[in-house]
């Protein structure tokens, strides 16, 4: 059959002769439009008859115009030397605050204007727009890093005052301050972590243990803050930065059953001048009012199969978070307090896509945030995943850097960043 093919191959040849070979390609002109000749120069560019006319010009104008551009240039320094300070405040108060780093470089005079009282008027009128968060790791509990999600990035700030020869967890924060505890010895401290201004707490009537929880408030208007322990077995004391000083303002009512499974990984709600306590056997929240001192108490059941439950809050909406689990599958859950029933009621999920990284594995959750923003570390066996979740945008995103394979977060806490926040 092959010999058949070549032979009637060889007919079709020996009919029809070889094709011509294909001619070469021509080339395309040179111009578009045809009418114009090939050999025409294109137009010169206008910066080319700028330089022509520039070539030709007199030199008394040349020097005329030279003598005009430094004058400009003089009168922006004018501008600049004399411009107002006030103006200065403005301006920098609405920044991103990690551009405040760079601005304090430039030279003295800019430095001093972050100590000024119209930086701090200014300062009060502008919140950041989300948290940042603060966190110490396992690897290492003498240090700690700070996340700004605007920026995506992480900060590793110095706080010299704390001593090093100590085990300290960040446990609270307000009003752009961060509440410090050195388990070793009970001691609070109070700390800006972006002044560094740092402030030691006197020491109190009882000794504080690693199972309590802790919670702050501050006011807007003056600065002061107060500061809470409450123990497991009910015992607390109140810190009060006017007369600075600790103070016991009454004993937890006998309705409330105690103990309480508390710790100082326990996230502590603050809204509206109360915190917020989450318990459980009972399930429920307690909750403490600072100025009159008042307890309350809500038995609320958790969500079935819901486990590694926090509090956080969201424009005076207590909301919860948690891990629900069916089988292999392992999802985190965000709840909300609902006043008229008091029953947790589901207002969002994480997304399928997460989700699948946490199938077949078992998820330890941890929750850091307040104000609308939260940080979830979820620590596996060898892995630890930190994703940021914003409550009102409904949005959740990957975090990284920081944190490497097999380092866990210990501790931490969200803080809306400050410069003029004093300890």
């Given amino acids: 059959m092959f010999r058949q093919l070549i032979s009637q191959v ?13 001619s070469p390609p021509v080339a395309p002109p040179s111009y578009f439009f045809h009418s114009q000749p090939p050999t025409t120069l294109p137009p010169p560019s206008p910066s080319q008859l700028h330089d022509d006319r520039k070539s030709k010009r007199a030199p008394n104008e040349l020097k005329r115009i030279e003598t005009c551009g430094s004058k400009s240039n003089e009168t922006m320094e004018e501008i600049w030397r004399y411009f107002p300070d006030d103006l200065y405040e403005v301006v920098i108060a609405r920044l991103p605050v990690a551009a405040f780093f760079r601005f304090r470089s430039v030279c ?27 966190t110490i790791t396992h690897e290492n509990v003498n240090s700690g890093a700070m996340y700004d999600p605007v920026l995506r990035k992480w900060h590793h700030p110095i ?42 707490l006197p020491t109190r009537s009882a000794k504080v243990w690693q199972r309590v929880a802790v919670g702050m408030i501050s006011e807007k208007s003056s600065g002061a803050y107060k500061i809470m322990w409450l123990s497991s077995n009910g015992e607390y004391e109140v810190y009060n930065s006017r007369n600075d000083r600790w103070q016991r303002l009454g004993t937890m009512p006998e309705c409330i059953k105690l ?36 307890w309350k108490e809500y038995l609320i059941p958790f969500p079935p199969e819901s486990r590694d439950h926090a509090l956080t809050e969201c424009g005076g909406r207590i909301m919860m978070v948690g891990v629900v689990t069916k089988g292999p599958a392992s999802c985190v859950c965000v709840w909300e307090l609902q006043k008229m029933t008091v029953l947790w009621t589901e207002v969002d999920r994480m997304p399928n896509v997460l989700c699948l990284e946490l199938y077949g594995k078992h998820v330890k959750l941890s929750c850091l945030g307040n104000g609308g923003l939260v940080m979830f570390s979820l620590e596996s066996k060898m892995t630890n995943r930190l994703i940021t979740y914003d409550i009102l945008k409904k949005e959740w995103l990957k975090v990284n850097g920081c944190v490497r394979k097999g380092v866990r977060i210990v501790c931490g806490t969200a803080f809306h960043p400050s410069l003029t926040a004093i300890a």
């Avoid at 079709?12 to 094709?19: I, Y």
């Avoid at 300290?168 to 388990?183: E, K, Q, T, Y």
């Avoid at 103990?259 to 306590?277: H, I």
């Fill in 10 to 22: 060889q007919d079709l040849v020996d009919l029809h002769g070889f094709p011509p070979p294909p």
């Fill in 108 to 134: 003295r005079n800019w430095n001093s204007l972050l100590t000024s009282d119209g930086f701090t008027r200014q300062c009060s009128q502008f919140r950041p727009p989300q948290p940042w968060f603060y």
């Fill in 159 to 200: 706080l010299p005052k704390i001593p090093t020869n100590t085990i300290f967890f960040p446990v609270a924060s307000a009003g752009g301050l961060l509440c410090f505890l050195d388990i070793g010895h009970g001691t609070f401290y109070v700390c800006n972590p972006l002044t560094s201004s740092f402030k030691e």
């Fill in 259 to 294: 103990p309480l499974s508390l710790n100082l990984t326990l996230q502590v709600v603050a809204a509206d001048g109360w915190l917020y306590f989450l318990r459980s056997d009972p399930d429920g929240i307690v909750s403490f009012e600072m100025d009159s001192g008042v």
